[in-house]
């Protein structure tokens, strides 16, 4: 390693020492809550079924969510995880369930994004 390069460090870590306060980052409670909404979202099927649910003005049907590669059980599996992270709320009428996204819902993500 050269001497600049250590100087440099040497440099930043004194700037530190003289009173850089280091990031406390997410209070563990916001950490959780934010983590389950990513971990809902983190699934590619789920992403995008929240996409096409978000991008429909209102509600949509199940019955036009259309060919996602998956069979009908794993489809509602997947619906059931993003409604339980609340990013998606549904109404069942008759036979056929509406959904529609919960803006909101990614609300809390937007400081942890813009960073």
Same mark, same amino acid.
């Given at each position: ?8 460090? /040497?440099?930043?870590?004194? %700037?530190?020492? +003289? &009173? ?5 980052? !997410? ?5 959780? #809550? ?14 995008? /079924?929240?996409?096409?649910? %978000?991008?429909? +003005? &209102? ?5 036009? !969510? ?5 069979? #009908? ?43």
């Amino acid at each position: 390693m050269s001497t600049s390069v250590r100087t440099a460090d /040497l440099t930043a870590s004194a %700037a530190c020492a +003289a &009173g850089c306060v280091p990031a406390e980052g !997410l209070p563990r409670a916001q950490a959780e #809550q934010l983590a389950g909404l990513l971990k809902a979202l983190a699934d590619p099927v789920r992403l995008r /079924l929240y996409s096409r649910i %978000a991008a429909t +003005a &209102g509600e949509t049907c199940v019955c036009d !969510l259309g060919d996602f590669g998956v069979s #009908q059980p794993t489809i509602s599996h997947h619906l059931r995880k993003l409604r339980e992270a609340g990013l998606i709320e549904s109404e069942r009428r008759g036979t056929w369930v509406y959904y529609r996204a919960v803006p909101a819902a990614l609300s809390p993500l937007t400081p942890l994004l813009n960073g």
